[in-house]
């Protein structure tokens, strides 16, 4: 069972004792009258007496004295010091006595509105608000019931529709009736006596009810509610006195309100489910007064827009609009009774950012009294912005450069934009609804069905290179990235196309790529090109056992010849001249290519054997034959032509490459214009020489070389002018190698530069050292030769003032020997260095006079000292006259250019004379003297 306390204690106005009860006698007298029941008082003696009746023979002194022993068997009958007190008493139907306590004040009238009381109710009230049945202990219980009037009072107590108890200062029960229900325990006991204190520890009645008995013990009145099961009672209590005021116990009443209490729940969950949904419905909802200011807001609508409520309530509409002529509008509208529906709008944000609604409104009107606005504000910003960012969207893909084109997944076109209407030349008009196949090739329909079949499954094609076909017919380059798109569970519901025209940069790239693999100069292919094809025939060779192909290397002869006589433009004309006699000369399948400089190599193209490779090489010389102008001069080209055939064991393209190389080498050695077919011996030689190459490369660092010093006598007298340094490189493993077997390959490899400097370092030493050990001797000069990669050197003076520093040589007792070709090679740079180093004060021959085709008229401009007459010159001296005439010319143009004539290669006593009368002062050669060890050359100089 649950109490709750409900108001405050209800305190009311007392009047005097005496007045009361003669109020209280009158209203019962009236209350009475034609009951057939009496009034009996327990004076403060104790005795009971009758004091007032409705029928006096039904109250005699007999049965006054039956309810005085009624009354004293219940211990209800007052002790002498009490305050007497009033009891209503009638017969019931058993036989018993219905006996009810006389309340001691005035019952209040009734509260405005409330119904006036009947007889009744206004007995019981009379009777101290609970009227409990009091039988006598001895009646039989199954006594006939009394029927007569003095029943009727207790019959009326036990019928009414609520419960009504008394209880002693001690909290017990002293009476309790009513027709409440029954299995309703509120007061469990309804024996009179049972203490409520006792029920409260067994947990029959609550602390509220307890709390509040003992509020009324303490003279106030007070209302609560009882809460058993699904029931509830009002409950309230107030003090009960005796006659002379005093608080004797607690008088209480309790009507049941479930019905109502269930209407008042009912109606408070109404109203909460009713502002739950207004708080929480899917939009926000405010509420307006005509001048647009804002009344009441629910959540959502703060929520909707950031505010608190104070913020919020209390403002004005237009404050929060960002377009304050549609919050003027909307007022006037509704002021206008117009209802609204839809009204887009924009609100800001408590953030500064703008909130898009859609506003429906109507006003509640009492008569033509504006009441106020309700306003439904649905939140679209998120639709708004998807609009916004689909419009944007939309818009960028109109204005992009790039074709963007959407389709299903069976390839049907749904949108393009006008970058493809620029790229294709349809409309969109024309090709939305057909099949995107319209724009393939035929040879890329496959194509396209293989893309729509993995878009299928959810791929991402990034970037694919492909050809479509415009509307005119003609094909252009595309890159596609094509994505699926999605719906919202995921599922591929179509694609989407971007296509970049890539027409220009195709054409570039073939452009780059026709550069990157083309020569500049003569437009035929390039190394890299030929190296490629080569390695695709290797590999069809793998494949097909009977192919065979076939590559020639090609090396233009007497190139630098042209080049350096007639200048680089001409050189250049000069090539382009060949390449174009080389694409006339082979066939249709084979390939030409530039490798480089003046060198050229061609793929023969099925091809049997050696034959063919030699017929084509043939054709080629043939073609080269003829000859062209050139700078007003006749050029007659030529080349030296090697060729390598396919092997099985070939595995890279510089295998066959490398062999015909080879072959070209050798028939540029047997003279040039010839053609070599490559064999294992070349190989070999080639392999050895790489041999060569190794071991040259450590030659210095080994001290492996060693001079000799050939003596250069005056021809009449016999006597040393000076030596000429040779080197002899004593190779481990193979012994002596002669200058002529490993010079050619340290000028080619770069190699002659650290053994010329050992050589001329350690000739100056040598002569230094004999200038020391025969200071009073004719000055000796030392003579050393100068290669072409030396004089082309640019720190070659630097190196020779070093060399005479650090040797402390004279500059006059150095003779430097460059051959006539290497003049040749630059003639300018040639004439700069030699004046560097006569500046030096050393001295300068030309070497192998004779042996080449220098200009006579060229010789003036060499600062030279002296020149050294080849060997193969001297050698003609004693044959035929036209010989002795050229040598003769040779001495008379020294003497005139004031060059002095050394000899060189004499070998027989007539050579000598013939050069001694020839005027020849000096000479050198087996005849003369050998090459000498060092100490061989010291004894010549003491003899």
């Known amino acids: 069972m ?16 005496a007045e009361q009860r003669q109020e209280v006698l009158r209203r019962l007298s009236i209350a009475l009258k034609g009951r057939g029941v009496g009034v009996c008082e327990a004076d403060s003696r104790g005795h009971l007496r009758l004091v007032a009746a409705n029928r006096a023979e039904d109250l005699g002194p007999i049965a006054v004295d039956d309810v005085k022993a009624a009354l004293r068997g219940l211990s209800e009958v007052p002790e002498a010091d009490r305050t007497p007190r009033l009891w209503v008493a009638g017969r019931s139907r058993r036989r018993g006595w219905c006996i009810a306590p006389v309340r001691s004040e005035l019952p209040q009238p009734p509260p405005g509105g409330v119904e006036r009381r009947s007889l009744e109710r206004l007995t019981l009230e009379l009777g101290g608000v609970c009227i409990g049945l009091i039988e006598a202990p001895d009646r039989e219980a199954t006594a006939p019931r ?21 209880t002693d200062a001690a909290l017990r029960v002293t009476s309790r009736s009513g027709t409440g229900p029954k299995s309703l325990e509120l007061l469990p006991s309804r024996v009179p006596g049972a203490s409520l204190l006792e029920q409260y520890n067994r947990g029959e009645v609550t602390s509220d009810s307890v709390d509040a008995h003992r509020q009324a013990l303490a003279g106030e009145s007070v209302s609560y509610q009882i809460q058993p099961a699904d029931r509830c009672y009002d409950a309230h ?8 005021g005093a608080i004797v116990g607690v008088v209480g009443l309790a009507v049941d309100v479930s019905d109502r209490e269930r209407a008042l729940a009912q109606a408070r969950r109404s109203q909460l489910e009713l502002e739950d949904f207004v708080e929480n419905a899917p939009a926000g909802i405010r509420w307006m007064a005509q001048d647009g200011t804002i009344l009441r807001a629910n959540q959502v609508e703060l929520d909707m827009l950031g505010y608190r409520s104070e913020e919020y309530v209390g403002k004005n509409i237009a404050a929060f609009h960002i377009d304050p002529e549609v919050a003027a509008d909307t007022l006037r509208r509704l002021r206008a009774r117009e209802s609204l529906r839809n009204v887009e709008t924009r609100l800001r944000r408590r953030d500064g950012s703008i909130c898009y609604g859609l506003v429906s409104a109507s006003v509640r009107w009492e008569g033509r009294e504006f009441v106020h606005a309700c306003c439904f504000t649905r939140d679209i910003t998120e639709r708004k912005v998807a609009e916004l960012a689909l419009a944007q969207f939309k818009a960028m893909v109109d204005s992009a450069d790039d074709a963007v084109v959407g389709k299903t997944l069976d390839g049907m076109i749904t949108s393009w934009n006008s970058a493809a209407t620029r790229l294709y030349g349809y409309t969109a008009e024309e090709v939305i609804g057909k099949p995107i196949t319209l724009l393939a090739p035929p040879d890329r329909i496959d194509e396209i069905r ?8 959810g791929e991402r094609i990034e970037r694919h290179e492909t050809t479509r076909v415009r509307k005119d017919g003609a094909q252009v380059a595309v890159s596609l990235t094509v994505s699926p798109i999605l719906d919202s569970h995921g599922r591929v519901i179509g694609a989407t196309s971007v296509a970049h025209d890539i027409t220009e940069r195709k054409q570039v790239e073939q452009q780059l790529l026709h550069a990157a693999l083309h020569d500049a100069l003569t437009d035929l292919p390039n190394r890299a090109y030929f190296v490629e094809r080569v390695s695709q025939a290797l590999a069809r060779g793998r494949r097909d056992s009977d192919y065979r192909f076939g590559v020639l290397f090609l090396d233009c002869d007497h190139f630098k010849e042209v080049n350096d006589s007639l200048g680089h433009a001409a050189g250049d004309r000069f090539l382009t001249e060949i390449a174009n006699r080389l694409r006339t000369s082979v066939r249709p399948g084979d390939v030409v290519a530039r490798l480089g400089g003046d060198e050229f190599a061609v793929l023969l193209e099925e091809i049997v054997g050696a034959p063919d490779a030699e017929h084509a090489a043939l054709r080629i010389q043939s073609a080269l034959a003829a000859p062209f102008a050139l700078e007003g001069r006749d050029i007659v080209p030529s080349a030296s032509i090697g060729a390598a055939l396919s092997e099985r064991n070939h595995r890279q393209p510089q295998d066959v490459l490398g062999n015909a190389d080879l072959a070209m080498y050798h028939a540029k050695q047997q003279g040039g ?5 490559f064999h294992v011996a070349m190989r070999k030689s080639a392999e050895a020489l790489q041999d060569m190459e190794a071991d040259l490369r450590n030659a210095v660092e080994r001290r492996e070389f060693r001079l000799v010093f050939q003596p250069i006598l005056e021809l009449e007298s016999g006597r040393v002018h000076g030596f000429e340094a040779l080197s002899r490189w004593h190779r481990p493993g193979v012994g002596v190698i002669l200058p002529p077997d490993f010079l050619p390959l340290a000028e080619q490899t770069g190699l002659i530069l650290p053994i010329g400097t050992w050589v001329l370092r350690e000739a100056c030493r040598n002569a230094r050292s004999w200038q020391d050990r025969y200071p009073t001797s004719a000055p000796v000069r030392i003579s050393a030769n100068l290669s072409a990669k030396q004089l082309a050197h640019p720190g070659l003076v630097d190196e020779v003032r070093t060399v005479l520093r650090d040797t402390g040589l004279e500059a006059s007792r150095l003779a430097l020997e460059i051959a006539e070709s290497v003049l040749m090679e630059n003639v300018a740079s040639a004439i700069a260095a030699l004046n560097q180093l006569r500046e030096l004060g050393v001295e300068l021959y030309m070497a192998h006079f004779g042996s080449g085709r220098l200009s006579l008229s060229s010789m003036p401009s060499f600062p030279l000292q002296g020149i050294k007459v080849d060997p193969v010159v001297v050698h003609r001296v004693g044959g035929r006259r036209v010989d002795l005439d050229v040598v003769r010319s040779i ?5 005139s250019l004031g060059l002095r004539v050394i000899a060189e290669g004499v070998e027989t006593v007539a050579q000598r004379e013939r050069l001694i009368a020839f005027g020849c002062e000096l000479g050198q050669g087996h005849l ?3 090459p000498l060890e060092p100490k061989a050359a010291i004894a010549l100089l003491k003899a």
Do not use: C, N, Y
């Open 891 to 895: 001495m008379d143009l020294a003497r």
């Open 450 to 457: 293989g893309m729509l079949e993995r878009l299928r499954r």
């Open 2 to 17: 649950r109490s709750k306390r409900r108001g405050e204690p209800v305190r009311h106005a007392r009047r005097s004792g």
């Open 673 to 677: 214009a010839r053609f070599q077919m």
């Open 146 to 166: 009394d029927t007569g009037p003095h029943a009727l009072l207790a019959s009326i107590a036990e019928q009414i529709p609520a419960i009504l108890w008394t």
């Open 928 to 930: 003369l003297g050998k």
């Open 237 to 244: 209590v107030k003090p009960l006195r005796d006659d002379a």
